[in-house]
């Protein structure tokens, strides 16, 4: 294998590559808001609506490797010659390998394959159009490459799976036996009868299509509606009878069956150098007469090219709305790739490609969250009513639904039909929402009236409501029959004051079934999580906070939620539980919808002791002797991190949020960062684990002990952990210890021999380095969150715009000017720092700094503020520059 899988070929993202075919787990996003798909280097991969609605059959990382199914395009010549021009098909003829490219970009795949044998090239374009249309186009270019004339026929062959992921394994057979298939002019349209479930049977609304035609628009000249006729009782996909022997479909059963779209068109003769393009369009709709409309949509290869054109410039604008000049080229278009990942969860959420095998749809609820993050930095404004519509998930009890589906309002409860909840949930509405409350300065939005998200789980999922049924709703109600709406600033009360006396044994609030760790799910009765402890203690400090901010001297709340103010004895886990027990029968199955005042003042006060409080209590019980903090108590109690029987236990969770809630004091920093040093940075692949081998299984824990050490939330490279132990050191003012960190993440990303990837940030890396679970994953909304307002420091502050880098050497190693280009308040900017000496200190201050050639004034701690009034007179036309002198 050459030493780079891949390397980039312009300033957009895009990449090309001579063996990405000798790796068969590596797969491509392909997605708009209504269609998404997956797809190899050899046309594997899946393409889908939703859980239910598979155009091709379902697939996991392994099926990648061992499926026969895929997309295909078959050239026969002679019996000696057939060709796939994907390369998936049987050593059946002994003919020369083929000379493999890829080249891809932004939601865009081209292969090309050239076989001398065969004296044919094919080059496949896979990409899904922008927008609102639900199909892929694939676009096969046949070229001569011999010096003779060649006659052959081509055939394009799609399987038509068109059901729901379960039937892989629920009803494979009788399913097929729903298939309704309907012969088109350009193809193969399928309609199964029902949507087959045992709980309930539904009618089929979903139609899934194969259609194709050449560069002429001239149709296919026979079809093969269904495998069995395609592949013949002896063949496979990989060595189709139909193909092999060059036989016409025969007259057979068509319905009832597995479906096939095979498209044979007219045989061709090329001339040396000559070029045959067919065009293969595949979907899923729900009315015929949108199949005809994409038949008159993309019927010519011109509109295939503006299609794929206007494809790309809207992945590239979505790139390039936090643009950087880094003086790296590389950096900057893998970051490009980094950028549109909150997009990407947006359409997928965190199921539908390879390694994601175990999602329904819908995203779920600290996904959700997150993802806002990265997207409030590119338009506030518009994620202000996604935040709103979310904040409807949110229980009376502090809880939450855990999936949110695409449609607002939509939420379920977990998409198992699991009791359950996370104890870390309440955690990410409060982050996000000061996020958007800094960029935007609109505390308005903190008095948005919502309602509460009602079903049969109660007291956060200790009790089920045999009561409650689908009729009921799912809105909370008062005492009278009518829905509850409160504040978004009471849900965000209600989620972190019930976590307060939430708590266990060592007075930590409980784990409960499990935290950010999702793995931890094996402590649920006794189980205490030390680590987000210390986030609600950040969380209940950022409320106070903002109750002075909001220039009101009262707000209105839940009656009940006045069991949760006021002090008590802190040290009594009892008393907090009876506190707690109280506040969960009044509110049990509805609230009475009365609602007190509230002194801003006293309730601020009131928060901020109760933060004080967590703080001191872990830096008192959990800072260990050697030399960083406990995180968990397990499902006996005991505590779980530090040394025992000459094993030394540490979790960077534990140490990430201790840093970043500033439990830990600047002194114990230095502690944690010199024992992830010595525990969990490995010298070989310059990463940090998520945790030291604890060499058993941890049945009182969690499932994640049970896991391969190296892989998943056992010790890997596990991104989102280190992303946030960087945002952390940058938080706390370790700015060349924070960069080591992100840095680390690239470079892994990077190195393609190991990492095994396309450009983007996986969730993982495991112990041989290698990238697992790519594109879908919350790390890169905090990687955006960390580049952009940490070590470039441009952000929002209460609405207006604070710039306070966090630049380091490194990072003007190749340049002597570097850049980032970014909206704010609905300007757009270019912010230029100049190191005109080449700093080789990492110390330095702004000596100057300009808006569109004016001075402005500096503050103290090399930073910078422009006042938002000041922005908005700006015009919104152009892009303002803000040039930035170092010394």
Same mark, same amino acid.
């Given at each position: 294998?050459?030493?780079?899988?891949w390397k980039?070929?312009?300033?957009?993202?895009?990449?090309?590559?001579?063996s990405?075919d000798k790796?068969?787990s590596?797969?491509?996003p392909?997605a708009n808001e209504?269609l998404?798909?997956?797809?190899?280097p050899?046309l594997?991969g899946?393409?889908k609506?939703?859980?239910?609605?598979?155009?091709l059959?379902p697939?996991s990382?392994?099926?990648?490797?061992?499926l026969?199914s895929s997309r295909?395009?078959?050239?026969?010549?002679?019996?000696d010659k057939?060709?796939?021009?994907t390369?998936?098909?049987k050593?059946?003829k002994r003919i020369?390998?083929?000379?493999?490219?890829l080249?891809?970009g932004l939601l865009w795949q081209?292969?090309s394959?050239e076989?001398?044998?065969?004296?044919?090239k094919?080059?496949i374009?896979?990409f899904v159009?922008?927008?609102?249309?639900p199909?892929?186009?694939?676009r096969?270019?046949i070229?001569?490459?011999?010096?003779?004339?060649i006659?052959?026929?081509?055939?394009?062959?799609?399987?038509?799976y068109?059901?729901g992921?379960?039937?892989?394994r629920?009803?494979?057979h009788?399913t097929s036996?729903?298939?309704?298939?309907t012969?088109?002019?350009f193809?193969?349209?399928v309609k199964?009868t029902?949507?087959f479930?045992?709980?309930g049977?539904?009618?089929?609304?979903?139609?899934?299509?194969?259609l194709?035609?050449?560069?002429?628009?001239?149709?296919?000249e026979?079809?093969?509606?269904?495998?069995?006729?395609f592949c013949?009782?002896?063949?496979?996909l990989e060595?189709p009878?139909?193909?092999?022997k060059?036989e016409?479909?025969?007259?057979k059963?068509?319905?009832?069956?597995?479906?096939m779209?095979?498209?044979?068109?007219a045989?061709?003769?090329l001339?040396?150098?000559?070029?045959?393009t067919?065009i293969?369009?595949?979907?899923?709709?729900e009315s015929?007469?949108?199949i005809?409309?994409?038949i008159?949509k993309?019927k010519?290869?011109?509109?295939?090219?503006?299609?794929?054109?206007?494809?790309?410039d809207f992945?590239?604008?979505?790139a390039?709305?936090?643009?950087?000049?880094t003086?790296?080229p590389d950096f900057?278009?893998?970051f490009?790739?980094v950028?549109i990942?909150p997009f990407l969860?947006?359409f997928?959420g965190?199921?539908?490609l390879?390694d994601?095998?175990y999602?329904k749809?819908?995203r779920?609820?600290?996904?959700?969250w997150q993802?806002c993050?990265g997207?409030?930095?590119?338009?506030?404004?518009q994620?202000?009513?996604?935040?709103?519509n979310?904040?409807?998930g949110?229980?009376i009890d502090?809880?939450n639904?855990?999936?949110?589906g695409k449609?607002?309002?939509?939420f379920?409860?977990?998409?198992?039909n699991?009791?359950?909840?996370?104890m870390d949930?309440?955690i990410?509405?409060?982050l996000?929402?000061?996020?958007?409350l800094?960029?935007?300065?609109?505390?308005k939005?903190?008095?948005?009236e919502?309602?509460?998200f009602?079903n049969?789980?109660?007291?956060r999922a200790?009790e089920?409501?045999?009561?409650w049924?689908v009729?009921y709703g799912?809105?909370?109600?008062?005492?009278?029959?009518k829905i509850?709406?409160?504040?978004?600033?009471e849900?965000?009360l209600?989620?972190?004051l019930v976590?307060?006396?939430?708590?266990?044994?060592r007075n930590?609030?409980?784990l409960?079934?499990a935290?950010?760790n999702d793995g931890?799910d094996?402590?649920?009765?006794?189980?205490?999580?030390?680590?987000?402890?210390?986030?609600?203690?950040?969380?209940?400090?950022?409320?106070?906070?903002?109750?002075l901010?909001?220039g009101r001297p009262?707000i209105?709340v839940?009656?009940?939620?006045?069991?949760l103010f006021?002090?008590?004895?802190?040290?009594d886990a009892?008393?907090k539980n009876k506190?707690?027990?109280n506040?969960?029968?009044k509110t049990k199955? &509805?609230? @009475?919808? !009365? *609602?007190?005042q509230?002194?801003c003042?006293? $309730?601020?006060?009131?928060l /901020?002791m109760?933060?004080?409080w967590i703080?001191?209590?872990?830096?008192?019980r959990e800072?260990?002797k050697?030399?960083f903090?406990n995180?968990y108590?397990?499902?006996r109690g005991?505590?779980?991190?530090?040394?025992?029987?000459n094993?030394t236990?540490m979790?960077l969770t534990?140490q990430?949020f201790?840093? &970043?809630? @500033?439990? !830990? *004091?600047?002194?114990?920093?230095?502690k944690? $960062?010199?024992n992830?040093? /010595?525990?969990?940075?490995?010298?070989?692949l310059?990463?940090?684990?998520?945790?030291?081998?604890?060499?058993?299984e941890?049945?009182?824990?969690?499932?994640?002990?049970s896991?391969a050490?190296?892989?998943k939330?056992?010790g890997?490279?596990?991104n989102?952990m280190v992303?946030?132990?960087?945002?952390a050191l940058y938080?706390r003012g370790f *700015?060349?210890?924070?960069w080591?960190?992100l840095?680390?993440?690239y470079n892994m990303?990077?190195?393609?021999?190991?990492?095994?990837?396309?450009p983007?940030?996986?969730?993982?890396f495991?112990?041989?380095?290698?990238g697992m679970y790519?594109?879908?994953?919350?790390?890169a909304?905090?990687?955006?969150l960390?580049?952009l307002?940490?070590?470039?420091?441009?952000?929002?502050?209460?609405?207006?715009?604070?710039i306070e880098?966090?630049?380091c050497?490194?990072?003007f190693k190749?340049?002597?000017?570097?850049?980032i280009?970014r909206?704010?308040?609905?300007?757009?900017?270019?912010?230029?720092?100049?190191n005109?000496?080449r700093?080789i200190?990492d110390?330095?201050?702004?000596?100057?700094v300009?808006?569109?050639?004016q001075?402005l004034?500096?503050?103290?701690?090399?930073?910078?503020?422009i006042?938002?009034?000041?922005?908005l007179?700006l015009?919104?036309?152009?892009?303002n520059?803000?040039d930035?002198?170092?010394t």
């Open positions: 294998m050459p030493e780079k899988l980039f070929i312009d300033n957009f993202g895009s990449f090309e590559s001579e990405a790796i068969k590596l797969y491509f392909l209504r998404m798909s997956s797809v190899s050899d594997h899946d393409i609506t939703g859980q239910n609605s598979f155009l059959s697939v990382r392994i099926d990648l490797v061992n026969k295909n395009f078959w050239i026969y010549i002679d019996r057939v060709w796939s021009a390369g998936v098909s050593d059946f020369q390998d083929d000379c493999f490219h080249k891809a081209e292969i394959r076989n001398k044998d065969i004296g044919l094919a080059e374009l896979s159009p922008a927008g609102n249309d199909v892929e186009i694939m096969a270019k070229t001569n490459v011999s010096s003779k004339r006659n052959f026929f081509p055939t394009a062959a799609i399987p038509i068109a059901r992921a379960n039937n892989l629920d009803h494979r009788v036996l729903l298939q309704r298939v012969l088109h002019k193809g193969v349209i199964p029902l949507v479930d045992e709980s049977h539904k009618a089929n609304k979903s139609i899934y299509f194969v194709g035609w050449d560069q002429n628009s001239r149709p296919p026979y079809l093969y509606p269904t495998q069995e006729m013949h009782e002896s063949g496979d060595a009878g139909s193909i092999l060059n016409l479909p025969q007259e059963l068509i319905q009832g069956r597995e479906a779209g095979a498209l044979r068109f045989d061709t003769v001339t040396p150098g000559q070029t045959k067919y293969i369009v595949m979907g899923i709709v015929k007469r949108e005809k409309n994409y008159n993309f010519s290869l011109k509109q295939v090219e503006n299609s794929l054109g206007r494809t790309k992945w590239i604008t979505h390039k709305q936090l643009d950087l000049s003086g790296d900057e278009n893998w490009r790739w950028s990942q969860r947006k997928f965190c199921s539908f390879p994601f095998d999602g749809g819908g779920g609820w600290r996904d959700l993802d993050l997207l409030i930095y590119n338009n506030p404004h994620v202000k009513g996604l935040l709103i979310n904040f409807r949110v229980r502090g809880s639904a855990t999936i949110i449609k607002e309002g939509e379920t409860s977990d998409r198992n699991i009791s359950r909840v996370w949930h309440g990410w509405p409060l996000t929402l000061d996020s958007y800094q960029e935007t300065g609109d505390f939005i903190l008095f948005e919502v309602a509460y009602r049969r789980e109660l007291n200790s089920l409501d045999p009561g049924d009729s799912q809105r909370l109600k008062t005492s009278s029959g509850y709406t409160g504040t978004i600033l849900h965000l209600v989620q972190n976590q307060f006396f939430n708590v266990g044994k930590h609030i409980r409960e079934g935290d950010w931890l094996m402590a649920d009765k006794n189980g205490e999580s030390v680590t987000f402890s210390a986030m609600y203690a950040y969380n209940l400090g950022l409320l106070s906070d903002l109750l901010k909001i009262k209105k839940a009656r009940e939620l006045k069991l006021g002090k008590i004895n802190y040290n009892k008393a506190i707690l027990k506040y969960f029968n199955f &509805m609230v @009475s919808g !009365a *609602k007190s509230i002194d003042v006293w $309730l601020s006060r009131d /901020k109760k933060s004080i703080r001191e209590h872990i830096r008192k800072w260990l050697e030399g903090f995180g108590y397990d499902n005991e505590r779980v991190e530090g040394k025992k029987n094993l236990k979790i534990s990430v201790a840093i &970043m809630s @500033s439990v !830990a *004091k600047e002194w114990q920093v230095e944690i $960062l010199k992830i040093e /010595k525990y969990l940075f490995d010298r070989k310059k990463g940090i684990h998520l945790n030291t081998d604890f060499q058993e941890q049945y009182n824990l969690g499932r994640a002990f896991f050490y190296g892989e939330e056992n890997a490279f596990f989102h992303v946030m132990l960087s945002f938080k *700015k060349m210890e924070g080591r960190v840095n680390s993440i990303a990077m190195d393609t021999q190991r990492s095994k990837i396309y983007c940030l996986p969730e993982y495991n112990l041989e380095g290698r790519s594109y879908l994953t919350g790390s909304s905090w990687y955006v960390t580049l307002t940490q070590v470039f420091g441009v952000r929002g502050q209460n609405g207006d715009l604070l880098p966090k630049l050497r490194e990072q190749n340049t002597s000017v570097i850049s280009n909206s704010f308040a609905g300007r757009a900017f270019c912010i230029k720092f100049s005109p000496k700093i200190s110390s330095y201050k702004i000596v100057r300009s808006l569109n050639l001075n004034p500096l503050t103290e701690n090399c930073r910078v503020i006042p938002r009034r000041r922005i007179s015009p919104a036309g152009k892009i520059k803000i930035i002198i170092l």
